[in-house]
């Protein structure tokens, strides 16, 4: 049980382009879902807090105008990186939880942008 | 100022060889204390939820413990499948939403 699918796992864009990806959660329906970036050899920074049908919650420092988070039902949320440059190349994963309960995560999407 | 520490920062072992690892947090009102597994390119995988001081949980080889400023996470016997990155974290009223944060992990080699 608890199992979050996260797609696509990899992409690769050019510089200026938009980037969607999709957090699901396939056996559960999840109260919140998480936004984490992570960088290589790094911890998983949280960069936004999204509850299903309200805005989202970001961290300090990160652009709302950038990372656009939707979080459209109990088990869908998406997160678009806008206008993407090579400094948002990075390792996204999401997170889903019930509640309190222990968050579970995707595995990840690596995006590189050229 | 981190809030969640672990060490050491990378741990080698031989086979069979235990040993422990280390996270320690300075927050206030501790509402839990996660372990998770992390494989390179993959997300983080729950292992173990701590509550109180004093509280214990085991799944196969690995064993967590909690006090009230530091957890422990203790490897019998490990394997080569145990190598990954472990990683703690923290859930605390000082943070929105019941948001977690997480320390930098500890990277386990497991040598055969």
């Known amino acids: 049980g608890a199992v979050v699918s996260q797609h696509p796992s990899w992409v690769i864009c050019k510089s200026g382009t938009s980037v969607k990806i999709e957090c699901r959660s396939l056996d559960f329906q999840a109260t919140t879902m998480f936004w984490y970036r992570q960088f290589p050899k790094q911890s998983l920074m949280l960069m936004a807090t999204?509850?299903?049908?309200?805005?989202?919650?970001?961290e300090q420092g990160v652009e709302k105008d950038k990372f656009l988070i939707n979080h459209a039902s109990l088990t869908l949320s998406t997160l678009t990186v806008t206008s993407a440059h090579p400094e948002d190349s990075s390792f996204y994963i999401c997170?889903?939880?019930?509640?309190?309960?222990?968050?579970?995560f995707g595995d990840g999407t690596r995006l590189s942008i050229l | 100022e981190d809030q969640v520490t672990q060490s050491p920062e990378a741990l080698r072992l031989q086979e069979g060889e235990s040993s422990s690892l280390n996270c320690s947090y300075t927050v206030s009102g501790l509402r839990g204390l996660f372990w998770y597994r992390q494989d390179p390119g993959k997300g983080p995988e729950f292992l173990f939820t701590l509550y109180s001081a004093g509280e214990e949980k085991e799944k196969e080889r690995l064993k967590a413990t909690l006090t009230k400023k530091e957890s422990f996470l203790h490897i019998t016997a490990p394997k080569p499948e145990d190598s990954a990155t472990y990683l703690c974290a923290v859930q605390s009223p000082e943070y929105n939403n019941n948001d977690m944060r997480f320390g930098a992990g500890t990277r386990l080699t497991v040598k055969p």
């Open positions: 999204s509850n299903e049908g309200s805005k989202a919650t970001y």
């Open positions: 997170s889903a939880r019930v509640y309190a309960q222990p968050q579970h």
